[in-house]
């Protein structure tokens, strides 16, 4: 009589190759696997015994960086590579084909709805509120850009327009506290002849 173990089949777990699985990436990552990848291509394409043929691993590698500068596309322009590829090709094929004017092929970016507060909006702001508007600007600008180790593009404008601000009421802060000028300022923060530090 004879003892037979069987083990089951081992099952592969299937990995899904999208945007979603990209996601979690940080910048630094993505653009290291898409080098990675075109590296790898050009050495298969470099050895003449080798191809790239459907479904190898050179293949299943070009669809993953395909999808991996989707999403760098996406976090820098909040828009869609594929969409804004097809769209330009559109326009190329009418200026060949019917004529119309050649096309410039801009490329769309997601800009920050708001614009950056002149100084004029702080004028009638106390010495505190003051502070505490430069205060709140850098700390949406905090959680905008160190809480998100990949802020997209509009995220990034909107820290920009928040950084402006919040440095704008800051130095019509720091002018008022020392007199009103730059100069002022300067002359209330050097020492006199023969003063020491303590």
């Known amino acids: 009589m004879s003892k037979v ?6 099952v592969m777990p299937v990995e ?34 080798y191809s790239i043929e459907q479904e190898d691993d050179t293949h299943i590698d070009l669809y ?23 769209d330009h090709q559109e326009a190329i094929t009418r200026h060949l084909l019917g ?15 708001a614009e950056c507060l002149p100084d004029e909006a702080f004028d ?7 502070a505490c508007a430069a205060f709140n600007s850098t700390d949406r600008v905090r959680s905008l850009i160190v809480e998100n180790h990949t802020p ?12 402006i601000d919040a440095s704008t009421a800051l130095r019509l802060l720091v002018l008022r506290l020392f007199g009103g000028s ?17």
């Open 5 to 10: 173990i069987v083990f089951p089949p081992k």
């Open 16 to 49: 899904h190759i999208d945007e979603a699985h990209f996601e979690k990436n940080n910048d630094a990552a993505l653009l290291l696997k898409c080098f990675e990848v075109v590296k790898d291509a050009l050495d298969v394409i470099a050895e003449p015994e």
């Open 64 to 86: 993953r960086a395909y999808y991996a500068l989707k999403v760098l596309f996406r976090r820098r322009t909040g828009h869609d590579a594929a969409q804004v590829a097809q």
């Open 99 to 113: 004529g119309e004017s050649r096309p410039e092929n801009k490329i769309p970016v997601v800009v920050y709805p």
């Open 124 to 130: 009638g702001l106390t010495d505190q509120q003051l």
């Open 152 to 163: 997209p593009a509009l995220a990034l404008d909107e820290a920009r327009t928040n950084v």
């Open 182 to 198: 730059v100069e002022a300022m300067g002359a209330s923060l050097c020492r006199k002849p023969g003063e020491f530090l303590q």
